[in-house]
């Protein structure tokens, strides 16, 4: 399956394969530091623009690194923070990070974790599994990759993400940049991943009754319209498995 | 504006659902492989929990007002093109958010 998530935006700028298969002796950190560095860039941009969103809420400026710290999660910090802002119920907020981030589910099905040494590091090569730590680290076979060149790359993206997050949030703090269009960089990522995934998948009716539970929870149940439509679209997907298995038995 | 007490709490829990969801894998690794139910639902879901999260964000749009309902969509519509067009992330919201710049000088309020 093609994970969804910024990863795609980066996709050109991967590494040589030449420059893979020749790691010897460059350290890891180099050749992490080169793995990320694209990346890395695209990350640290769409960092401040969350900081900015996250001073342009209303919310205190430390809360843009804490989200990315401790949630560490790109797309979903960004709905993290119109929900709170919105007051959302903490079971919607779980749902919605069931749902949103439900793919890194199936990240772990070819993530290199056996190169990677140590239980700490283990425990944090997990924590980071971004999607883009996934598209770097299945790019190429897991042989390539050196325990601390998976730490390091993972570290590198983490770095990226929270420091552009800090600069952004100082920066809208510092001189009040209120910037109205930007509210629509967050729902512009959400249109290019829906896309990308739309395309990724081949297939209308799926796409077509997402859409459709949205609009019934948004006309039958408003005030919870998200946490309606997630658990309708759900139903609807086991209701279309059970169809498929009565089919194929 | 949100308590400090309550985005504590959402912080708290999207970390912890989205931890369990990075290593459920490595847990179970075996039987999820395996069960077709899970093939499924990460086959269908990605694509349709983020147009549902394209509709929430679109939720608010003033049908009974044509002008403000095409602000919003034209520059969802522009993004949704370039994106089909370079498929680069970054170009696609670019484009989008700088065509609602302009969207928003031309139908103010």
Known sequence: MEPPGFAIAWRRDRPSIAGVLAPGHRSDLRAAAGDVAGVGAGMFLLGTSFGLVVVGSGLAWWWAPVFSAVVYAGSLEFLLVTLAVAGTPLAAVALTTLLVNGRHVFYGLSFPLHRVRGRLGRAYAVFALIDEAYALTTARPAEAFSSGRILWSQALLQVSWVSGGLVGALAGERFSLHVPALAFLFTALFVVLATEATVAGREAAGPLLAVACALVARLVAPGEMLLVAMALFVAVLLVRYRATEVRRA | ?109
């Open chain 2, 1 to 109: 504006m949100p308590s400090t007490g309550y985005l504590v709490a959402v912080v708290a829990v999207a970390a912890t659902i989205t931890l369990a969801l990075r290593a459920a894998p490595f847990a179970v690794l075996g039987r999820l492989r395996s069960s077709r139910l899970v093939a499924h639902l990460g086959r269908h879901l990605p694509a349709g929990v983020m147009l549902i999260l394209v509709v929430y964000l679109l939720r608010d749009l003033p049908v009974d007002r044509p002008l403000l309902v095409a602000r919003e969509l034209v520059p969802v519509a522009v993004t949704v093109a370039v994106h089909l067009w370079r498929r680069q992330a970054l170009l696609s919201m670019a484009a989008g958010t700088v065509t609602y710049a302009i969207a928003l000088t031309l139908v103010p309020g």
